[in-house]
């Protein structure tokens, strides 16, 4: 009971807690074993969820599956404790596995969760995420990086940006970072498997490039209030998911316009339209 008033504590004033050892460590790593021996396309949704030489990188609604894996994903302690955190009953509304691949997984730029969220018609943050360690978590292989009190900071503006498969995403601009780490300070989450982190849905968050040997796989579940049940959500969501689709078409567009120009310029022309000139020790 000591244990938990502080962890609460700790929760309330920096909006995240990491729990040491809530799950049995030797079933977190033998479900990351698993997973890693399926075959990927099991589990792919589409060729967005792979990254470059990465052929699984995202596992979207493992919760609602059967295996080893998706009963750590919505396991009764995880969501008992995120009650308690949040003072309120909660429900797990979504879910994935992020496997952050040795040598390439690819970075996530700092944002907020609830950023995502909110168009869903959710009316406050009052969201808590969870993230299950299934394998080691340090700096060496690319640890979730979070900024302490930010929960309290409000909604923060965010910039779109296209990740490496051209989907549609929000990251804080860097000015702001710079200012945010003045007054808050970054702390990197150093865990084991077995080990649950646990923070608001407006914590500022983010993680590097994975460029170690090691993997990095966690269960991502995200939890709600009842008492914050959204508004509309069919008509939201379908809305959002219109408007991020429109910006991936716009950009997808673009990024053809210009390669093609590049690719038709070439084309026309008998000297080198972009890279490297011909020096002249080369020339015959």
């Not at 909660?90 to 907020?112: D, M």
Request: hydrophobic share 35%.
């Amino acid at each position: 009971m000591k244990t938990f008033s502080k962890n609460a504590k700790q929760f309330q004033n920096d909006g995240f807690v990491l729990v040491k050892n809530l799950l049995n460590k030797k079933n977190c790593i033998r479900s990351a074993k698993w997973l890693k021996s399926q075959d990927p396309k099991k589990f792919l949704t589409s060729w967005t969820d792979k990254e470059p030489n990465v052929p699984l990188a995202t596992y979207f609604g493992v919760h609602e599956d059967n295996s080893i894996i998706s009963k750590i994903a919505k396991h009764k302690s995880v969501l008992n404790y995120a009650s308690k955190l949040m003072n309120n009953k909660v429900y797990l509304w979504t879910s994935k596995v992020g496997l952050k691949a040795a040598w390439g997984g690819t970075v996530e730029y700092f944002h907020q969760d609830f950023t995502y969220w909110k168009d869903r018609g959710y009316r406050k943050d009052d969201m808590i995420s969870v993230m299950i360690m299934l394998e080691p978590h340090s700096i060496y292989n690319a640890a979730l990086h979070v900024f302490p009190k930010t929960h309290k900071a409000g909604e923060i503006k965010h910039d779109t940006f296209f990740n490496v498969n051209g989907i549609s995403k929000f990251m804080i601009h860097p000015k702001k970072l710079d200012k945010l780490k003045k007054k808050y300070g970054v702390k990197a989450i150093n865990a084991e498997p077995g080990d649950v982190l646990f923070f608001h849905a407006s914590l500022i968050h983010g993680s590097s490039h994975n460029i170690s040997g090691n993997g990095r796989m966690v269960i991502l579940s995200w939890f709600n209030t009842i008492g914050n049940l959204p508004k509309n959500v069919g008509k939201k969501a379908r809305l959002f998911n219109l408007s991020r689709a429109k910006k991936e078409l716009d950009e997808a567009q673009r990024k053809l316009n210009w390669f093609k120009k590049k690719y038709q310029d070439q084309l026309k022309s008998q000297k080198l339209t972009f890279l490297a000139p011909i020096p002249k020790e080369e020339k015959k």
